[in-house]
Nanobody, 115 residues
Framework: QVQLVEPGGGLVQPGGSLRLSCAASGFTFSGSRMYWVRQAPGKGLEWVSH????????YYADFVKGRFTISKDNAKNTLYLQMNRLKSEDTAEYYC????????RGQGTQGTVSS
Protein backbone atom coordinates (compact mmCIF):
# COMPACT_ATOMS: atom_id res chain seq x y z
CA GLN A 1 0.00 0.00 0.00
CA VAL A 2 0.99 3.65 -0.29
CA GLN A 3 3.53 4.66 2.33
CA LEU A 4 4.85 8.18 2.71
CA VAL A 5 7.29 9.03 5.47
CA GLU A 6 8.39 12.58 6.20
CA PRO A 7 11.39 12.87 8.52
CA GLY A 8 12.97 16.24 9.07
CA GLY A 9 11.19 19.42 9.98
CA GLY A 10 12.19 21.32 13.07
CA LEU A 11 12.51 24.77 14.55
CA VAL A 12 14.05 27.67 12.66
CA GLN A 13 14.22 31.43 13.11
CA PRO A 14 12.41 33.78 10.72
CA GLY A 15 14.43 34.18 7.56
CA GLY A 16 15.97 30.75 7.97
CA SER A 17 15.68 27.58 5.90
CA LEU A 18 14.42 24.04 6.28
CA ARG A 19 14.50 21.11 3.92
CA LEU A 20 11.73 18.56 4.10
CA SER A 21 11.89 15.12 2.54
CA CYS A 22 9.31 12.43 1.89
CA ALA A 23 10.27 8.81 1.31
CA ALA A 24 7.72 6.99 -0.83
CA SER A 25 6.98 3.30 -1.29
CA GLY A 26 4.17 1.00 -2.31
CA PHE A 27 3.43 2.67 -5.63
CA THR A 28 5.13 3.83 -8.83
CA PHE A 29 6.68 7.05 -7.58
CA SER A 30 8.20 7.95 -10.95
CA GLY A 31 4.75 7.91 -12.51
CA SER A 32 3.05 9.95 -9.81
CA ARG A 33 2.27 13.58 -9.38
CA MET A 34 3.28 14.55 -5.84
CA TYR A 35 2.11 17.29 -3.53
CA TRP A 36 3.12 19.18 -0.43
CA VAL A 37 0.29 20.45 1.71
CA ARG A 38 0.26 21.99 5.17
CA GLN A 39 -2.01 22.64 8.09
CA ALA A 40 -1.36 25.55 10.40
CA PRO A 41 -2.67 25.50 13.97
CA GLY A 42 -6.42 26.07 13.94
CA LYS A 43 -6.65 26.15 10.16
CA GLY A 44 -7.58 23.77 7.37
CA LEU A 45 -5.36 21.85 5.03
CA GLU A 46 -3.88 24.01 2.27
CA TRP A 47 -2.00 23.21 -0.90
CA VAL A 48 1.60 24.44 -0.99
CA SER A 49 3.15 23.00 -4.14
CA HIS A 50 3.06 20.09 -6.52
CA UNK A 51 5.23 18.52 -9.17
CA UNK A 52 4.41 16.49 -12.24
CA UNK A 53 5.55 12.87 -12.40
CA UNK A 54 8.67 13.57 -14.45
CA UNK A 55 9.72 16.39 -12.17
CA UNK A 56 9.96 19.02 -14.87
CA UNK A 57 6.75 20.99 -14.22
CA UNK A 58 6.27 22.67 -10.87
CA TYR A 59 3.41 24.59 -9.26
CA TYR A 60 3.44 26.84 -6.20
CA ALA A 61 0.92 28.66 -4.08
CA ASP A 62 1.41 32.40 -4.29
CA PHE A 63 2.36 32.63 -0.62
CA VAL A 64 5.45 30.44 -1.13
CA LYS A 65 6.42 31.36 -4.67
CA GLY A 66 10.04 32.47 -4.84
CA ARG A 67 10.81 31.04 -1.40
CA PHE A 68 10.08 27.30 -1.64
CA THR A 69 11.35 24.78 -4.18
CA ILE A 70 9.82 21.37 -4.78
CA SER A 71 11.77 18.55 -6.36
CA LYS A 72 11.61 14.80 -6.71
CA ASP A 73 14.31 12.19 -7.15
CA ASN A 74 12.67 9.32 -8.97
CA ALA A 75 15.75 7.13 -8.53
CA LYS A 76 15.47 7.46 -4.74
CA ASN A 77 11.66 7.56 -4.55
CA THR A 78 11.95 10.77 -2.58
CA LEU A 79 10.16 14.09 -2.68
CA TYR A 80 11.73 17.27 -1.30
CA LEU A 81 10.66 20.74 -0.28
CA GLN A 82 13.38 23.33 0.21
CA MET A 83 11.96 26.19 2.24
CA ASN A 84 13.91 29.45 2.36
CA ARG A 85 13.20 32.88 3.83
CA LEU A 86 10.76 31.32 6.23
CA LYS A 87 8.14 33.42 7.98
CA SER A 88 6.26 32.82 11.21
CA GLU A 89 3.12 32.19 9.17
CA ASP A 90 4.84 29.19 7.57
CA THR A 91 4.58 27.38 10.90
CA ALA A 92 2.52 24.27 10.18
CA GLU A 93 2.41 20.53 9.97
CA TYR A 94 3.68 19.65 6.50
CA TYR A 95 2.53 16.58 4.59
CA CYS A 96 3.46 15.01 1.31
CA UNK A 97 0.57 13.57 -0.67
CA UNK A 98 0.19 11.34 -3.68
CA UNK A 99 -1.78 12.23 -6.75
CA UNK A 100 -3.82 15.20 -5.47
CA UNK A 101 -3.72 17.74 -2.70
CA UNK A 102 -6.10 15.65 -0.59
CA UNK A 103 -4.74 12.26 -1.69
CA UNK A 104 -3.04 9.70 0.55
CA ARG A 105 -0.48 11.45 2.70
CA GLY A 106 2.17 10.75 5.27
CA GLN A 107 2.07 11.31 9.00
CA GLY A 108 3.38 14.82 8.64
CA THR A 109 6.34 16.71 10.01
CA GLN A 110 6.24 19.88 12.07
CA GLY A 111 7.90 23.01 10.80
CA THR A 112 8.06 25.83 13.35
CA VAL A 113 9.31 29.31 12.53
CA SER A 114 9.92 31.33 15.64
CA SER A 115 12.50 33.60 17.21
Amino acid sequence: QVQLVEPGGGLVQPGGSLRLSCAASGFTFSGSRMYWVRQAPGKGLEWVSHIRSGGGILYYADFVKGRFTISKDNAKNTLYLQMNRLKSEDTAEYYCAKGSWNGPRGQGTQGTVSS
